[in-house]
Protein backbone atom coordinates (compact mmCIF):
# COMPACT_ATOMS: atom_id res chain seq x y z
CA UNK A 1 0.00 0.00 0.00
CA UNK A 2 1.79 3.46 -0.90
CA UNK A 3 1.31 6.04 1.22
CA UNK A 4 2.37 8.61 -0.49
CA UNK A 5 -0.63 10.71 -0.48
CA UNK A 6 -1.03 10.31 3.56
CA UNK A 7 -1.30 13.60 5.39
CA UNK A 8 2.05 13.13 7.24
CA UNK A 9 3.63 12.95 3.82
CA UNK A 10 2.09 15.73 2.47
CA UNK A 11 3.24 17.78 5.34
CA UNK A 12 6.57 16.87 5.20
CA UNK A 13 7.10 17.66 1.99
CA UNK A 14 5.54 20.48 2.26
CA UNK A 15 8.09 21.50 5.37
CA UNK A 16 10.97 20.40 3.05
CA UNK A 17 9.87 22.75 0.26
CA UNK A 18 9.49 25.33 2.55
CA UNK A 19 12.89 24.95 4.18
CA UNK A 20 14.43 24.74 0.84
CA UNK A 21 12.82 28.35 -0.41
CA UNK A 22 13.93 30.13 2.92
CA UNK A 23 17.63 28.39 2.21
CA UNK A 24 17.54 30.29 -0.89
CA UNK A 25 15.95 33.30 0.10
CA UNK A 26 18.75 33.32 3.10
CA UNK A 27 21.41 32.89 0.44
CA UNK A 28 19.58 35.45 -1.65
CA UNK A 29 19.87 37.80 1.02
CA UNK A 30 23.36 37.32 1.99
CA UNK A 31 24.66 37.62 -1.28
CA UNK A 32 22.93 41.27 -1.59
CA UNK A 33 24.66 42.19 1.82
CA UNK A 34 27.88 41.00 0.48
CA UNK A 35 27.30 42.73 -2.79
CA UNK A 36 26.53 45.97 -0.85
CA UNK A 37 29.18 45.59 1.37
CA UNK A 38 32.01 45.18 -1.38
CA UNK A 39 30.62 47.96 -3.30
CA UNK A 40 31.04 50.50 -0.29
CA UNK A 41 34.35 49.26 -0.30
CA UNK A 42 34.93 50.46 -3.22
CA UNK A 43 33.38 53.95 -2.85
CA UNK A 44 35.30 54.41 0.53
CA UNK A 45 38.77 53.10 -0.43
CA UNK A 46 39.00 54.82 -3.86
CA UNK A 47 42.10 57.40 -3.40
CA UNK A 48 43.46 59.97 -5.64
CA UNK A 49 46.89 58.70 -6.29
CA UNK A 50 50.10 60.75 -7.11
CA UNK A 51 52.91 58.11 -6.81
CA UNK A 52 52.42 55.40 -9.13
CA UNK A 53 54.30 52.38 -10.26
CA UNK A 54 56.14 52.78 -13.43
CA UNK A 55 55.43 49.97 -15.45
CA UNK A 56 52.24 50.97 -17.82
CA UNK A 57 49.23 48.70 -17.16
CA UNK A 58 47.60 48.71 -21.05
CA UNK A 59 44.36 49.90 -22.12
CA UNK A 60 42.09 46.86 -21.84
CA UNK A 61 40.85 47.91 -18.14
CA UNK A 62 40.48 51.47 -19.26
CA UNK A 63 38.27 51.27 -21.85
CA UNK A 64 36.23 48.27 -19.81
CA UNK A 65 36.10 51.44 -17.46
CA UNK A 66 34.93 53.75 -20.05
CA UNK A 67 32.35 51.60 -21.13
CA UNK A 68 30.83 51.75 -17.55
CA UNK A 69 31.41 55.36 -17.42
CA UNK A 70 29.19 56.19 -20.06
CA UNK A 71 26.19 54.78 -18.48
CA UNK A 72 26.31 57.68 -15.73
CA UNK A 73 23.23 59.78 -15.57
CA UNK A 74 22.63 62.60 -18.10
CA UNK A 75 19.67 64.83 -18.59
CA UNK A 76 18.33 64.24 -22.03
CA UNK A 77 20.75 61.40 -22.12
CA UNK A 78 22.68 63.65 -24.57
CA UNK A 79 25.60 61.80 -23.34
CA UNK A 80 27.81 64.70 -23.50
CA UNK A 81 31.58 62.98 -22.65
CA UNK A 82 34.23 62.31 -24.89
CA UNK A 83 37.34 60.31 -23.79
CA UNK A 84 41.06 60.55 -25.30
CA UNK A 85 42.94 57.24 -24.76
CA UNK A 86 46.77 59.08 -24.90
CA UNK A 87 49.32 56.95 -26.08
CA UNK A 88 53.61 57.15 -25.72
CA UNK A 89 53.79 60.04 -28.24
CA UNK A 90 51.32 62.06 -27.19
CA UNK A 91 52.65 61.77 -23.43
CA UNK A 92 56.11 62.83 -24.13
CA UNK A 93 54.64 65.80 -26.06
CA UNK A 94 52.03 66.50 -23.25
CA UNK A 95 54.69 66.43 -20.61
CA UNK A 96 57.32 68.74 -22.29
CA UNK A 97 53.99 70.87 -22.90
CA UNK A 98 53.47 71.03 -18.50
CA UNK A 99 57.22 71.26 -18.21
CA UNK A 100 56.94 74.78 -20.40
CA UNK A 101 54.42 75.91 -19.13
CA UNK A 102 55.53 75.50 -15.25
CA UNK A 103 58.92 76.89 -16.29
CA UNK A 104 57.31 80.13 -18.10
CA UNK A 105 55.35 80.57 -14.60
CA UNK A 106 57.56 79.69 -12.22
CA UNK A 107 61.06 79.34 -13.54
CA UNK A 108 63.68 76.61 -15.08
CA UNK A 109 63.49 74.14 -11.93
CA UNK A 110 59.93 74.24 -11.66
CA UNK A 111 59.62 73.32 -15.31
CA UNK A 112 62.54 70.62 -14.99
CA UNK A 113 60.31 69.13 -12.09
CA UNK A 114 56.90 69.26 -13.97
CA UNK A 115 58.77 67.32 -17.23
CA UNK A 116 60.09 64.67 -14.53
CA UNK A 117 56.83 64.22 -12.82
CA UNK A 118 55.30 64.00 -16.42
CA UNK A 119 57.39 61.47 -17.18
CA UNK A 120 56.79 59.22 -14.37
CA UNK A 121 53.62 58.82 -14.48
CA UNK A 122 52.36 55.57 -16.41
CA UNK A 123 49.45 56.68 -18.39
CA UNK A 124 47.03 59.47 -19.11
CA UNK A 125 43.78 59.85 -20.45
CA UNK A 126 41.72 62.92 -20.80
CA UNK A 127 37.59 63.82 -20.82
CA UNK A 128 36.31 66.55 -22.17
CA UNK A 129 32.50 67.50 -22.33
CA UNK A 130 30.81 68.85 -25.09
CA UNK A 131 29.92 72.58 -25.59
CA UNK A 132 26.85 74.24 -25.53
CA UNK A 133 25.31 77.54 -25.60
CA UNK A 134 22.89 76.82 -23.39
CA UNK A 135 24.26 77.58 -20.06
CA UNK A 136 21.86 76.04 -18.22
CA UNK A 137 22.43 72.51 -20.79
CA UNK A 138 26.24 72.53 -20.21
CA UNK A 139 25.96 72.87 -16.36
CA UNK A 140 23.89 69.88 -16.74
CA UNK A 141 26.56 68.31 -19.11
CA UNK A 142 29.01 68.78 -16.85
CA UNK A 143 27.53 67.65 -14.23
CA UNK A 144 26.66 64.29 -16.25
CA UNK A 145 30.48 64.27 -17.25
CA UNK A 146 31.54 64.40 -13.68
CA UNK A 147 29.46 61.71 -12.41
CA UNK A 148 30.83 59.39 -15.43
CA UNK A 149 34.37 59.91 -14.14
CA UNK A 150 33.52 58.56 -10.89
CA UNK A 151 31.91 55.60 -12.53
CA UNK A 152 35.47 54.91 -14.35
CA UNK A 153 37.34 55.79 -11.31
CA UNK A 154 35.96 53.56 -9.03
CA UNK A 155 35.88 50.49 -11.75
CA UNK A 156 39.64 51.35 -12.17
CA UNK A 157 40.03 50.99 -7.93
CA UNK A 158 38.17 47.79 -8.73
CA UNK A 159 40.72 46.60 -10.65
CA UNK A 160 43.64 47.55 -8.92
CA UNK A 161 44.10 50.65 -10.78
CA UNK A 162 44.44 53.94 -9.27
CA UNK A 163 43.76 57.63 -10.65
CA UNK A 164 44.39 60.93 -9.84
CA UNK A 165 41.74 63.93 -11.81
CA UNK A 166 43.78 67.10 -12.37
CA UNK A 167 42.57 70.67 -13.52
CA UNK A 168 45.99 72.49 -13.93
CA UNK A 169 46.11 75.73 -15.85
CA UNK A 170 47.61 73.90 -18.58
CA UNK A 171 44.55 71.96 -19.15
CA UNK A 172 42.85 75.04 -20.18
CA UNK A 173 45.64 76.29 -22.45
CA UNK A 174 45.12 76.10 -26.55
CA UNK A 175 48.10 73.97 -26.64
CA UNK A 176 46.95 71.56 -24.54
CA UNK A 177 43.53 71.10 -26.68
CA UNK A 178 46.02 71.12 -30.10
CA UNK A 179 48.14 68.21 -28.62
CA UNK A 180 45.23 66.19 -27.31
CA UNK A 181 43.80 66.72 -31.19
CA UNK A 182 40.45 68.23 -29.24
CA UNK A 183 38.20 70.89 -30.92
CA UNK A 184 38.06 73.58 -28.34
CA UNK A 185 35.05 75.31 -30.06
CA UNK A 186 33.31 72.04 -29.86
CA UNK A 187 34.50 70.31 -26.58
CA UNK A 188 35.95 71.00 -23.22
CA UNK A 189 38.42 69.68 -20.62
CA UNK A 190 36.79 67.70 -17.51
CA UNK A 191 40.00 66.19 -16.92
CA UNK A 192 43.23 65.16 -17.67
CA UNK A 193 43.69 62.04 -15.88
CA UNK A 194 46.73 59.95 -14.54
CA UNK A 195 46.21 56.00 -13.60
CA UNK A 196 48.29 53.09 -13.14
CA UNK A 197 49.18 50.48 -9.90
CA UNK A 198 49.51 52.95 -6.80
CA UNK A 199 53.03 52.50 -5.23
CA UNK A 200 51.40 55.13 -2.04
CA UNK A 201 47.35 54.59 -1.08
CA UNK A 202 46.89 58.01 1.19
CA UNK A 203 44.95 57.76 3.93
CA UNK A 204 41.85 59.96 4.52
CA UNK A 205 38.60 61.22 6.61
CA UNK A 206 35.36 62.58 5.84
CA UNK A 207 32.90 64.60 7.91
CA UNK A 208 30.48 62.90 9.85
CA UNK A 209 26.96 63.02 8.19
CA UNK A 210 25.52 65.09 11.19
CA UNK A 211 27.66 67.89 9.35
CA UNK A 212 26.42 67.48 6.12
CA UNK A 213 22.79 65.76 5.98
CA UNK A 214 20.38 68.65 6.70
CA UNK A 215 16.08 66.89 7.76
CA UNK A 216 13.01 68.40 7.11
CA UNK A 217 9.81 67.56 8.45
Known amino acids: ?????????????????????????????????????????????????????????GTAELLEAIELARWAPNHRLTEPWRFYVIGPETSAALARFGAEFDAERKGRQAGEARLARLKSIPGF????????????????????????????????????IGSKWT???????????????????????VGFFWYGRPRVVPSQKRKSLGELVVERP
Do not use: H
Request: hydrophobic fraction near 40%.
Open 1 to 57: MSYSGSPEVAEARDAASEGSVSTLKEGRAARERDGRAALADVIRGRRSIDLFDAEPV
Open 125 to 160: FVLTCRRSEDELLQREDYAACCCAAQNLMLYLWQCG
Open 167 to 189: TGGMTRERRFYEIVGIDAAAELV
